[in-house]
């Protein structure tokens, strides 16, 4: 069975960090592109970041481009968001979803509060 | 911000049909990238429904369908039932976004 855990949420104050990881099981976590999803209190989906299976790709939304960093260790099966210089706009519950050009499974998700 | 356009809310009686349309441009959807769409049920993480335009995973009931035409898709439920109220977004990709999501549609069964 393919699960998707995430952990690392938490209160943050605004301009502070925070390391969310993903730890995947059920399937070769190596063969596969993952995405970071978040969707702040009320909202809507937004994209954050994609990785390819051999992390040689890489890409970002605008709204965090140069702020978060995506990583994936494949022999740990597990992917990663660095965020950095967090803002009260990146308040979201973030998921990770497998896939390329769509999201099969998605984990349970882990709220980010950023908040003074 | 969503570059997909959903409506926020359609309605209908259990057994009625109801379509959820997604409104995209030639950067996304009439560029010929496929269309995906996800139901999210209250407090639940996104389940991926339709993939490819109109193809659905394995369990997932024949009552949901896609279709895709230009720039748009649409999502249809058939034979509406109580366990269908919830959230559903489109889904594609945009050359210079990546993956991007509708706004969002809540579907109420009266």
């Known amino acids: 069975e393919v699960q998707l855990v995430e952990s690392g949420g938490g209160l943050v104050q605004p301009g502070g960090s925070l390391r969310l990881s993903c730890a995947a099981s059920?399937?070769?976590?190596?063969?596969?592109?993952m995405n970071w999803v978040r969707q702040a209190p009320g909202k809507g989906l937004e994209w954050v970041s994609y990785?390819?299976?051999?992390?040689?790709?890489?890409y970002y939304a605008d709204s965090v481009k140069g702020r978060f960093t995506i990583s994936r260790d494949n022999a740990k099966n597990s992917l990663y968001l660095q965020m950095n210089s967090l803002r009260d706009e990146d308040t979201a519950v973030y998921y990770c979803?497998?896939?390329?050009?769509?999201?099969?499974?998605w984990g349970q998700g882990t709220l980010v509060t950023v908040s003074s | 911000q969503s570059v997909l356009t959903q409506p926020p809310s359609v309605s209908g009686a259990p057994g009625q049909r109801v379509t959820i349309s997604c409104t995209g441009s030639?950067?996304?959807?009439?560029?010929?990238?496929?269309v995906h769409w996800y139901q999210q049920l209250p407090g639940t993480a996104p389940k991926l429904l339709i993939y490819?335009?109109?193809n659905r995973p394995s369990g997932v009931p024949d009552r949901f369908s896609g279709s895709k035409s230009g720039t748009s898709a649409s999502l249809a439920i058939t034979g509406l039932q109580a366990e269908d109220e919830a959230d559903y977004y489109c889904?594609?990709?945009?050359?210079?976004?990546?993956?991007?999501f509708g706004t969002g549609t809540k579907v109420t069964v009266l």
């Open positions: 889904q594609s990709y945009d050359s210079s976004l990546r993956g991007v």
């Open positions: 059920g399937f070769t976590f190596s063969s596969y592109s």
């Open positions: 979803a497998r896939g390329e050009m769509h999201f099969d499974y």
């Open positions: 030639s950067s996304n959807i009439g560029a010929g990238y496929d």
């Open positions: 990785i390819s299976s051999s992390s040689s790709t890489i």
């Open positions: 490819g335009n109109s």
